[in-house]
Nanobody, 121 residues
Framework: QVQLAESGGGLVQAGGSLRLSCAASGNIFRINAMEWYRQAPGKRRESVASIASIGRTNYADFVKGRFTISRDNAKNTLYLQMNSLKPEDTAVYYC???????????????WGQGTQVTVSS
């Protein structure tokens, strides 16, 4: 199994910044793609940003120019730097990872528990 633990969420005023972290642990052999998703009340879960093992990144249009995704493979950690936050960014942010383990060669999808981000007007 692989466990993902998000941290860094909180309450911030519009225009402020937060940095989210996602630490992966467990019987990890290799982590492939990693992503940040978010879900606001009454909304579908949506992809925010993704990063491949080689470092290629993709961003949703609504965060381009404001958010930056990165990863530290040595620490098995994913980051999301969020700047110029808007009230509409308020949501629970989830870490996602595709990974293989020491005892299972097939890739599985893993999700974190989520961290709340609230942006006030």
């Amino acid at each position: 199994q692989v466990q993902l633990a998000e941290s860094g969420g909180g309450l911030v005023q519009a225009g402020g910044s937060l940095r989210l972290s996602c630490a992966a642990s467990g019987n990890i052999f290799r982590i492939n793609a990693m992503e940040w998703y978010r879900q606001a009340p009454g909304k579908r879960r949506e992809s925010v940003a993704s990063i491949a093992s080689i470092g290629r990144t993709n961003y949703a249009d609504f965060v381009k120019g404001r958010f930056t995704i990165s990863r530290d493979n040595a620490k098995n950690t994913l980051y999301l730097q969020m700047n110029s936050l808007k009230p509409e960014d308020t949501a629970v942010y989830y870490c996602y990872a595709e990974a293989t383990t020491m005892t299972r060669n097939y890739p599985y999808a893993y999700w974190g528990q989520g961290t709340q981000v609230t942006v006030s007007s």
